[in-house]
Nanobody, 128 residues
Framework: QVQLSESGGGLVQAGGSLRLSCAAS????????MAWFRQAPGKEREFVSA????????YYVDSVKGRFTVSRDNAKNTVYLQMNSLKPEDTVVYYC?????????????????????WGQGTQVTVSS
């Protein structure tokens, strides 16, 4: 199991940028695929982006593709989500998730059931 902690959320204006970080504990971090999900009040938690254990494969949902970039630094046990061109609809709580990497290359949208560890979430608010 890996322990996760998100940070970097905050308030930005539409069109602005924000970088989220997910710090992980455990020496086995590099063996995990990592993902970002987000959830609005009263809504299902939805997949945003994922990155495989080696960092060579990433996946994004259409709504963020071209605006968000996921990356990882295994030496720092940290995953990042760089969010550019933010829109008001990006205003949700963002969660980091981890799972033992069984995909290698991520070819599809991932689901909550694919992940075993979760962070506490960080709020992103984009004003109009």
């Amino acid at each position: 199991q890996v322990q996760l902690s998100e940070s970097g959320g905050g308030l930005v204006q539409a069109g602005g940028s924000l970088r989220l970080s997910c710090a992980a504990s455990g020496r086995t971090f590099s063996m995990y695929a990592m993902a970002w999900f987000r959830q609005a009040p009263g809504k299902e938690r939805e997949f945003v982006s994922a990155i495989n254990w080696g960092g060579g494969s990433t996946y994004y949902v259409d709504s963020v593709k071209g605006r968000f970039t996921v990356s990882r630094d295994n030496a720092k046990n940290t995953v990042y989500l760089q969010m550019n061109s933010l829109k008001p609809e990006d205003t949700v709580v963002y969660y980091c998730a981890a799972a033992r990497d069984r995909w290698g290359v991520i070819r599809r949208k991932l689901e909550m059931a694919d992940f075993e560890s979760w962070g506490q979430g960080t709020q992103v608010t984009v004003s109009s």
